[in-house]
């Protein structure tokens, strides 16, 4: 059984940076697509990039442009988010997802596995 297990997170002052990882265990998903979510309390969880099972295409969502960058290794079975330029409103769980297909990328329903997320806090 595949699991994804999320690292990385913790306590950042603004401006800062954080590499957040997933690793999957339990079966290769070198032919899936993963994508980092986030929730904030008392909001909905929201997509933040995604990433093709090659590498070759991502997304990001308008808020992560130009400050977040997703990769992946798959030697390795892990996808990583670079945060750069960490701002307050940043603060939420994020969260490892994977999906088969290139597809509603950006919509949580269409994940099928979930890691347990890791606390990013953005102190001002």
């Known amino acids: 059984q595949v699991q994804l297990v999320e690292s990385g997170g913790g306590l950042v002052q603004a401006g800062g940076s954080l590499k957040l990882s997933c690793a999957a265990s339990g079966s290769s998903f070198s032919t899936y697509v993963q994508a980092w979510f986030r929730q904030a309390p008392g909001k909905e969880r929201e997509f933040v990039a995604g990433?093709?099972?090659?590498?070759?295409?991502?997304w990001r969502a308008d808020l992560a442009k130009g400050r977040f960058t997703i990769s992946r290794d798959n030697a390795k079975n892990t996808v990583y988010l670079q945060m750069n330029s960490l701002r307050a409103e940043d603060t939420a769980v994020y969260y490892c997802?994977?999906?088969?297909?290139?597809?509603?990328?950006?919509?949580?329903?269409?994940?099928?596995?979930w890691g347990q997320g890791t606390q990013v806090t953005v102190s001002s």
């Open positions: 997802a994977t999906k088969p297909g290139p597809y509603d990328v950006g919509y949580a329903r269409a994940y099928v596995l």
């Open positions: 990433i093709e099972w090659n590498g070759g295409t991502t």
